[in-house]
């Protein structure tokens, strides 16, 4: 399972955010490189991007965070902790603590982590320090109307109760076990995954605690950032697993439709919803390319 553990990192530290909260920052790979920042999703933390920074810290500066209530990062002691706000807050602090005055970088958000960025899509200081966006199975509103973990034939409104209890659980998940193991693999991630795939996505799921799973799970019950979507200024490409049911295609399809900018739509086949683990390679590409396209050539200094 080496290539789903993180390298060792370059630099780790803490950045506050707009609250107070403290945000758990570590950077990988040369500091001169061209720079990516990467935002985890739901229940997942700096861990889960481990196959996508292997493949780029050789030659890119990777930024990673923990989404509050995740990893090394705070927890907000109360339910006002939680908000769509505070995510675009924690991602501006840390934008503009990593990134040089005058530089930019390119921007990955998988799942909750692309609902970041898109929360954000009205920060000024956001948007003159990006370059590109990469919004990996991810969606912009309706998240428990168009999941797909229910029944096909239960009528809509139980689909809609099932997802909802499912965010909404407090239901400890403790060790990682065969059949824990089984269960994640069903609901979030390809057929054909890996078992080291399915170990490393348990190993950071399980860990999450359950009161933040919960309480984040709550905020996508009712997650509405399409304003914010249609206020990305930056060119924008977006990746999708065929088989998510999270967030499946029909998410992307009105996000590119939303988009000023649109810049192009991978579509996975027979991949789940942790296409950052499942596919690493394609999603490594993809950030290459934005960066290729996207970032000036010239290396210069991080902050």
């Known amino acids: 399972m080496s290539g789903y553990r993180l390298p060792v990192p370059a630099e780790r530290r803490r950045i506050r955010s707009a609250d107070g909260h403290w945000i758990n920052v570590e950077s990988f790979g040369p500091a001169d490189a061209p720079l990516v920042v990467l935002a985890h999703g739901w229940a997942c933390a700096i861990a889960f991007w481990a196959p996508v920074i292997n493949r780029l810290a050789a030659d890119h500066r990777v930024v990673a965070y923990d989404q509050r209530g995740h990893g090394r990062s705070d927890i907000p002691p109360t339910r006002g902790g939680y908000s769509t706000d505070a995510l675009a807050d924690d991602l501006e602090a840390v934008v503009t603590a990593v990134v040089p005055a005058g530089g930019r970088a390119v921007l990955a958000g998988h799942s909750m982590g692309g609902m970041t960025i898109m929360a954000a899509g009205d920060r000024a200081a956001v948007a003159e320090r990006t370059a590109a966006v990469l919004l990996c199975s991810t969606g912009p509103a309706d998240l428990v109307g168009r999941a797909r973990l ?12 099932f997802h909802r209890q499912l965010l909404n659980s407090r239901l400890p998940l403790g060790p990682v076990t065969a059949p824990g193991a089984a269960v994640l693999k069903f609901g979030v991630m390809g057929p054909d995954s890996s078992p080291d795939a399915v170990r490393a996505c348990a190993e950071v799921v399980h860990a999450c605690p359950s009161a933040v799973r919960a309480n984040w799970g709550r905020v996508l019950c009712e997650l509405d950032v399409r304003a914010g979507l249609a206020r990305l200024a930056a060119p924008t ?8 049911k999270l ?3 029909p998410h992307t399809e009105a996000m590119l439709a939303a988009l000023s900018e649109p810049d192009g739509r991978l579509l ?7 296409s950052p683990v499942e596919r690493p390679d394609e999603v490594a590409a993809e950030l290459r390319r934005l960066v290729t396209t996207h970032l000036p050539t010239e290396r210069t200094e991080v902050a």
């Open 150 to 161: 229910a029944p096909r034939r239960w009528p809509a409104w139980l689909r809609r109760l």
């Open 237 to 244: 490409a977006v990746v999708v697993g065929s088989r998510d």
């Open 247 to 249: 967030t499946p295609p």
């Open 268 to 274: 996975l086949p027979g991949v789940g919803h942790m």
